[in-house]
């Protein structure tokens, strides 16, 4: 499920209230979130993929110490924080770039608005029976997520590590009917969750960064990335995302802040990217324009 490039460290946060399969918490419950602004005692539920991630923790303590109840709401799939946003289950999330946002938005016809950068990740290929690029044989299967923003981004990444041709260049909007037949391997998609835990199956896996340290990988063990300092990059600037009623929520952009300015939150935050995060306090004017910019994109495609 998510970047540019502004600050840099790392963040980390807690989890006062895990949920894994059905929505627990309520927007608004004990007087904070779904749009109010400042006050004591609020409590502000955030839907994120990862919530065992330690960061999360420090970044929950660092939240309470400035009066805000930080509950969490853990997710399995990218599918699932962005509806139960828009829903009104969740005050905010945060487990998406903005490509992935755009997409949604359009797909949705919704409107749910980024209120704050965290990071951009680079994205990984990663292998258990090849240890480099050139051991992957002709022919050989590489699994990709299946959701079109990751989806896109993964097959750039395999056209930059020459595993792949894409016949429309490489876009944000490639699809795998771009992979040419010249291309060395064969693509298969599925689920973001999936692609780690095929390794076994396949000869590589693109994986989303949320998905690494569970599966048992590590960041410096990947074949190739992208350059996520790459102007190219912006798109997948991770953000917390909010519906756009609550833009300008105060309770919401102190966490924000928390987030971007707690030094032990932040070294968390980059300490579970096995270093590789560039931690970012992009102005949120430059994420919602690069965001319209996604999503006139996705409308022209």
Known sequence: MAFTRSGRIAASIAVLALG????????????????????DDETVTIGVVGASDPYWQTFTDAAAE????????DFAE?????PALSEGELDLNQFQHL?????YNISNEDDLVPIGATAIYPLGLFSTTHDSLEEIPDGGTVAIPSDPSNRARA????????????????????????VEDSSRVEVMEMDASFTATSLADV????????????????????????DPEAESAQPFINVFAARADD???ETYQKLVE??????????GVYENSGDSAILLDTPVEELQQILRDAEDQIREN
Not at 99 to 103: G, K, T
Not at 206 to 220: I, K, Q, R, S, Y
Not at 258 to 267: K, L, R, S
């Open 20 to 39: 894994t399969a059905g929505l627990a918490g309520c927007a608004g419950n004990d007087g904070g979130g779904s749009g109010s602004g400042g006050g």
């Open 66 to 73: 400035e009066g805000i109840t930080v509950e969490l709401q």
């Open 78 to 82: 990218y599918t699932q924080p962005n």
């Open 99 to 103: 490509q992935y946002l755009a997409d």
């Open 155 to 178: 097959l750039n990444v395999l056209q930059e590590a020459g595993l792949v041709e894409l016949s429309d260049g490489g876009t944000f909007a490639s699809e795998p009917s771009d």
């Open 203 to 226: 000869d590589a896996a693109v994986v989303n960064n949320d998905f690494v340290t569970d599966a048992g990988l590590e960041f410096d063990e990947a074949l190739f990335q992208d």
């Open 247 to 249: 833009a300008e929520n």
């Open 258 to 267: 928390i987030y971007q300015t707690n030094q032990d939150v932040q070294d």
